[in-house]
């Protein structure tokens, strides 16, 4: 590991040595055409590698603008990512709804990221492997996967071209500039969730000086280097969903489970799954779930899925887990995953991965520890990629930033908001009731003073919480 951050260090030193101005490299006019819907698309060159800004390749990406409804009062450009690494136009398009407020003054710019949507994108020959279980009870289940992960890498990033090895944050950020400059804007304003918060926090370390505003929605920390550090507030994020379900169980009525003690059920539940696989005939003749299928399955974090997660238990218990193996939908882009661990390397030996496992069981025994394997399937058995690794941000100049993480969420738990804040001169972090993505899904607080923040610039006051969804 010592090894390891040497050389991510000392590749981070390269980077930083060669940044650019984006606007001395990007193609400066960008013109928009009705794309439906009120929209309007346009696209913009850039270099494949803002490491040869000049004498290198480029590529197209895709924008898509929702502009301001009142023009006239207008107050500039709002970049905004929901998430990913994906597409952006697509899900901005069906959910545009979420951005009406903002839509009022500013024009709302989305576009698809390097390899993505309607940017130069990459066609794997290959499709990725998913796995419906991916907590593996055994070596051999996941070296079988890590196999097909590495073909899949293999063949996706000899079909890459110009974007082999350069698609991370770092090369994203500067694309994030070109944008800025070729729509005129001085300073970016920005709105990021989830991975965006990533993309927003590279670009306030390479370009601090061309921070307008930055508001960052449920904050995946891209400044802690250890990977233990970061799973464990995740995994006691999620043990303390499955006691928050419980309780929700024993004072909803209308719950499957209500007047039982769910979590003595889910315990004899795992027990009876881990000695027999439980038949799931509704899925299929020969279908049947073990119980590292269960504890992959149970989404204790997804509050508006938990009527049907009672119903798919109870069903379970009574020996038909039917409703847990109806099959879910495959990631927008299959691409995403060498993305998504250029950004975040992971150790993927498996007595590395079981160590960690065992350690998570001391804090999170019931399904926190299942954390351990979620970066695990999507980096296992990749080709090593050109990384832009985690490690602590200085950015000295920022203006003042807006952080918010939801307090029930464990896929960005809210201590990787503080720490983000913390290293960011200025900002402010905005404690709130919730989950995962809070303006988009509706936290009429966070959603208020977020709506302040990007209008005025003004943060809110100190000691400002959002204690109720």
């Not at 419906?132 to 000899?158: I, L």
Request: net charge positive.
């Amino acid at each position: 590991m010592h090894k390891f951050r040497k050389v991510a260090t000392a590749l981070m030193t390269v980077l930083a040595a060669v940044c650019v101005p984006a606007v001395a490299s990007a193609d400066s006019a960008l013109t928009w055409q009705d794309c439906g819907d009120g929209m309007r698309c346009g696209q913009l060159g850039v270099p494949a590698d803002w490491t040869r800004p000049r004498d290198g390749e480029r590529i197209t990406l895709g924008l898509a603008m929702l502009p301001a409804v009142d023009q006239a009062r207008k107050k500039g450009t709002l970049l905004v990512n929901l998430g990913g690494p994906a597409p952006q136009i697509g899900a901005f398009r069906a959910g545009r709804a979420a951005f009406a407020d903002l839509a009022q003054q500013f024009d709302v710019v989305v576009f698809d990221p390097r390899g993505f949507g309607r940017s130069s994108g990459i066609s794997c020959p290959v499709p990725a492997p998913h796995t419906e279980a991916w907590a593996y009870p055994d070596r051999a289940s996941y070296k079988a996967y890590t196999v097909k992960n590495r073909r899949f890498g293999q063949e996706c990033t000899a079909a890459a071209g110009p974007l082999a090895g350069h698609v991370n944050s770092w090369q994203t950020a500067h694309d994030m500039d070109a944008i800025r400059a070729a729509l005129d804007e001085p300073k970016l304003i920005y709105f990021g969730t989830s991975y965006g918060t990533v993309l927003g926090q590279a670009y306030a370390e390479l370009f601090p000086d061309r921070v307008g505003r930055m508001y960052l929605d449920s904050v995946r920390d891209h400044t802690n280097r250890s990977v233990l550090g970061g799973l464990l507030p995740r995994a006691r994020a999620l043990e303390s969903n499955l006691h928050r379900f419980a309780s929700w169980c024993q004072d909803e009525k209308t719950c499957a489970l209500h007047g039982r003690d769910v979590v003595t059920l889910w315990d004899e539940l795992i027990a009876k799954a881990s000695e027999q696989p439980i038949p799931a005939p509704g899925a299929g003749q020969e279908v049947s779930v073990n119980a590292s299928f269960i504890v992959s399955r149970a989404w204790f974090g997804l509050e508006p899925q938990w009527p049907r997660l009672a119903d798919a238990l109870a069903q379970a218990s009574q020996g038909d887990a039917s409703l847990l193996a109806q099959p879910i939908p495959t990631p927008p882009s299959d691409f995403s995953r060498i993305a998504l661990c250029a950004d975040f390397p992971y150790p993927t030996a498996y007595g590395r991965l079981k160590v960690a496992e065992a350690q998570l069981r001391r804090v999170a025994p019931r399904v926190g520890w299942r954390y351990v394997w979620v970066m695990a399937n999507q980096c296992g058995g990749l080709p090593p990629v050109k990384n832009f690794a985690p490690h602590p941000i200085k950015a000295a100049g920022l203006p003042p930033i807006l952080i918010s993480n939801g307090a029930y969420d464990d896929n960005t738990p809210p201590n990787e908001g503080r720490r983000v804040a913390a290293q960011l001169p200025g900002a402010r972090y905005l404690p709130a009731a919730g989950g995962h993505s809070l303006y988009v899904s509706g936290q009429s607080c966070v959603r208020r003073y977020v709506n302040h923040y990007l209008f005025t610039g003004q943060l809110p006051a100190v000691g400002s919480t959002c204690s109720s969804s």
